[in-house]
């Protein structure tokens, strides 16, 4: 009787369970559609950060000219999108995505901004974005794609803004950019490059703002820039460079703004290095905190013999102890900053408090050296102040002579000891004498003895 009573029971609890989902079900396709008329804002339709999981119906957008499902949870984005023809942008950003139906965008055609950023997406069908010929900006950052396909981008040729920042991209393929030729801006920042095809912007005609920051290159990837002839904003902060020299930057004339910010293992800037950078106005290289010298003529045109012209000229918590006043015509740069750095006040560094800057920066810019000077502001000094004697100027070159005498000397007295305690202790022949068979022999004589050579052949040497 009990078994039956349990198997009763439990034959209602399924049958009760099975009723409950169904009608749970019910109910959430019956409030679905009052769930997102919540969303209707005028004309934005905005479902941004409200849990959502999965689209729960298939979407017609009547009204509106944007769609949000920012900050929510959707996994797939299986639905395909339909609208009246005046939506311009959608916003999937901060999801879960890993995948999107192949035509979920396809009745979209006057979309010109997509935000698919903050996912996991690591793979697109080829025709994902045919359908948005009208596609301006495709934002693509922070997801998990390790390869750009051309076709991908092959009906968007109106796209002028593209990131694909923050992805695992460690190769581009040569062709992978051919059909934008209006993009203007690229943003490639924070993935695994460590070169770039030769060839790979040589569509691009239109690029004028390139960020290659955060990645592997170990050198300035010239050759892949050299095709791009309005290049304006070239970022390459954060990379693994050790010294830059000439000639990195000669085939970039049409640069106007340089960022080298966040280099850890950048140790020197040579000669003449940004020679061939006609057009360099904006130099920003801070946060390089093994950077330690500056060559005097960096920025000097070695065909001219002049400096550029920067207009702004940014170089704050690096590890350079002095700077010339010779790098660069100081009384035409409009934005200096010095701050941050671990100046060595000597008579090198007077030109300094000549430098019109604001004064919340001049405070920044403290003495590290001489020790009588340390921690004051470099503007609080008078030119008289800033001294250079013999044993300051040459202390390297002293002690390092100082050290080189101790380890010769040491290195002498280890030789004489060996010769001293490893070697034999005999009486060395004169390798100049000739034997002629004569014999040692002691002789004593009124109690003193005697060494001498004797002929056995004459006898005893004692009688």
């Known amino acids: 009787m009990n078994y039956h009573l349990k198997q009763l029971v439990l034959i209602i609890i399924i049958t009760t369970t099975i009723t409950l989902k169904i009608n749970a079900g019910n109910l959430n396709s019956s409030l679905s559609d009052d769930f997102l008329n919540q969303c209707f804002n005028g004309d934005e339709f905005d479902c941004s950060s409200k849990d959502i999981e999965k689209i729960p119906v298939p979407l017609f957008f009547s009204t509106g000219n944007s769609i949000k499902f920012a900050y929510n949870k959707i996994s797939d984005l299986d639905q395909q999108l339909t609208d009246n023809g005046n939506v311009i942008k959608i916003d999937f950003s901060m999801n879960k995505l890993r995948n999107i139906l192949e035509s979920a965008f396809s009745n979209l055609t006057s979309v010109e901004e997509i935000d698919l950023s903050h996912n996991q997406l690591w793979l697109f069908d080829s025709e994902t974005f045919t359908s948005l010929s009208n596609l301006k900006s495709l934002d693509l950052g922070f997801n998990s794609i390790n390869f750009v396909d051309s076709d991908l981008f092959r009906e968007s040729q109106k796209l002028t803004k593209l990131c694909l920042n923050k992805n695992s991209l460690s190769v581009i393929p040569e062709e992978a950019f051919e059909h934008l030729t209006n993009l203007e801006e690229l943003d490639l920042n924070d993935n695994q490059l460590k070169e770039l095809p030769d060839n790979l912007f040589r569509y691009n005609l239109k690029l004028r703002t390139l960020h290659l920051s955060g990645n ?5 990837p010239s050759n892949g820039l050299k095709e791009i002839p309005n290049l304006y904003l070239l970022d390459l902060s954060r990379n693994r460079f050790t010294r830059l020299r000439y000639p990195a930057f000669e085939k970039l004339s049409k640069v106007t703004v340089l960022r080298l910010d966040g280099q850890n293992e950048l140790r020197s800037i040579g000669p003449h290095t940004f020679q061939g950078m006609d057009r360099l106005t904006y130099f920003y290289a801070s946060d390089n905190k093994n950077l330690r010298f500056l060559d005097s003529k960096a920025f000097l045109d070695n065909k001219t013999d002049k400096p550029m012209q920067l207009s702004s000229f ?42 019109e800057m604001p004064n919340e920066l001049k405070e920044r810019v403290i003495c590290d050296h001489p020790l009588y000077l340390k921690d004051r502001s470099v503007f609080n000094l008078t030119s008289e102040q800033f001294k250079c004697s013999f044993l300051f100027n040459h202390e390297f070159t002293i002690i390092g002579t100082i050290l080189l005498i101790i380890t010769i000397s040491m290195i002498m007295v280890v030789f004489l000891y060996i010769v001293v305690k490893l070697l034999p202790c005999s009486k060395f022949r004169n390798p100049f004498r000739k034997n002629y068979g004569y014999s040692k022999v002691k002789v004593s004589r009124k109690g003193k003895n005697y060494d001498l050579e004797w002929d056995p052949a004459l006898g005893d040497p004692n009688n």
């Open 216 to 220: 592997n290159f170990i050198s300035i």
């Open 314 to 355: 940014v170089f704050r918590h690096n590890s350079v102890t002095t700077l010339s006043g010779q790098l660069l015509d100081w009384s035409k740069v409009g934005m200096v900053d010095l701050s941050g750095n671990p100046w060595n006040c000597d008579c090198n560094l007077d030109w300094m408090i000549q430098l």
